[in-house]
C-alpha cells in the first residue's frame, strides 16, 4: 500500500515534469491505479500536449473511468487523430450512464465521426433513456449511412420496444448495411410488432 502511494504521489508530481519521459510515465502509472485525483490535471493537460501524449491521456481517462472526464473526452471524439478518437470512445463506454446524455448530444454534431462514435458508444453503453431513444431514432434518418446503421444497431442492443416503428422504417434505407442492420434490431427486440416485422421480411 505504501508503495502505491508513493507511486502515485510521484506521477502526481511528474505530470508537470518538462522530461517527456518521466511525464509519460506519470500518465501511464494513474492510469494503471485509476487514481481519481487525477483526472483533473490529465483533462487541464491534454489540452497543450502533443498527439501521442494525448492518446496517452485518454486512454487513462477511460482506465479511471470518471464522470468528471465526460466534458474532455466528448471533445475528444472531435480531434483528427483516429487513435485518440478510437480510446475516447472506449473511455466514454466505460464511464457508462454518466456519458450517456453528452453522447446523445453528440449525434447531433455537424462532424459525421462524432456522431458515428457517439452512436457504437451508446448502444455498448446500454441505457436507453429518454435522450439516448430520441437521438438515434433521430440518427436513423441522419445523411450518413454509416450513422444509420450504427444508430439501428444500438437500438437493437438497447431493445427498446418503443422504437419499432422507427426501426420498421429503417427497412426500407438506401443502404443494404443499413437496412439489415434495421432488421437484425428488430430481431433482438421481443414484442409481437417486431416479430411480425421479421417475419415479413425474411419473406420478402
Given at each position: 500500500?505504501?508503495?502505491?502511494?508513493?507511486?502515485?504521489?510521484?506521477?502526481?508530481?511528474?505530470?508537470?515534469?518538462?522530461?517527456?519521459?518521466?511525464?509519460?510515465?506519470?500518465?501511464?502509472?494513474?492510469?494503471?491505479?485509476?487514481?481519481?485525483?487525477?483526472?483533473?490535471?490529465?483533462?487541464?493537460?491534454?489540452?497543450?500536449?502533443?498527439?501521442?501524449?494525448?492518446?496517452?491521456?485518454?486512454?487513462?481517462?477511460?482506465?479511471?473511468?470518471?464522470?468528471?472526464?465526460?466534458?474532455?473526452?466528448?471533445?475528444?471524439?472531435?480531434?483528427?487523430?483516429?487513435?485518440?478518437?478510437?480510446?475516447?470512445?472506449?473511455?466514454?463506454?466505460?464511464?457508462?450512464?454518466?456519458?450517456?446524455?453528452?453522447?446523445?448530444?453528440?449525434?447531433?454534431?455537424?462532424?459525421?465521426?462524432?456522431?458515428?462514435?457517439?452512436?457504437?458508444?451508446?448502444?455498448?453503453?446500454?441505457?436507453?433513456?429518454?435522450?439516448?431513444?430520441?437521438?438515434?431514432?433521430?440518427?436513423?434518418?441522419?445523411?450518413?449511412?454509416?450513422?444509420?446503421?450504427?444508430?439501428?444497431?444500438?437500438?437493437?442492443?438497447?431493445?427498446?420496444?418503443?422504437m419499432v416503428p422507427e426501426l420498421a422504417q429503417a427497412l426500407d434505407d438506401k443502404d443494404p448495411?443499413?437496412?439489415?442492420?434495421?432488421?437484425?434490431?428488430?430481431?433482438?427486440?421481443?414484442?409481437?410488432?417486431?416479430?411480425?416485422?421479421?417475419?415479413?421480411?425474411?419473406?420478402?
Open positions: 500500500m505504501t508503495d502505491n502511494l508513493q507511486t502515485i504521489e510521484e506521477a502526481m508530481r511528474n505530470l508537470s515534469a518538462d522530461n517527456a519521459d518521466l511525464r509519460a510515465a506519470a500518465i501511464e502509472a494513474l492510469g494503471q491505479h485509476a487514481h481519481k485525483p487525477a483526472v483533473e490535471p490529465l483533462t487541464t493537460l491534454v489540452e497543450d500536449v502533443d498527439p501521442g501524449t494525448r492518446y496517452m491521456i485518454v486512454q487513462a481517462l477511460g482506465r479511471i473511468a470518471s464522470p468528471e472526464a465526460v466534458p474532455t473526452l466528448l471533445k475528444a471524439l472531435r480531434w483528427d487523430d483516429i487513435f485518440t478518437r478510437a480510446a475516447a470512445t472506449g473511455a466514454l463506454i466505460q464511464i457508462g450512464e454518466p456519458a450517456v446524455d453528452g453522447l446523445a448530444d453528440g449525434l447531433r454534431d455537424e462532424n459525421k465521426m462524432v456522431r458515428r462514435a457517439a452512436a457504437k458508444a451508446l448502444g455498448k453503453i446500454g441505457v436507453a433513456s429518454d435522450a439516448a431513444l430520441t437521438g438515434l431514432s433521430t440518427a436513423l434518418l441522419d445523411v450518413d449511412s454509416s450513422v444509420r446503421r450504427f444508430a439501428a444497431e444500438a437500438l437493437g442492443r438497447l431493445g427498446d420496444a418503443t448495411k443499413a437496412k439489415i442492420a434495421a432488421f437484425r434490431a428488430l430481431a433482438k427486440i421481443d414484442s409481437p410488432e417486431a416479430r411480425q416485422l421479421v417475419r415479413a421480411w425474411v419473406k420478402r
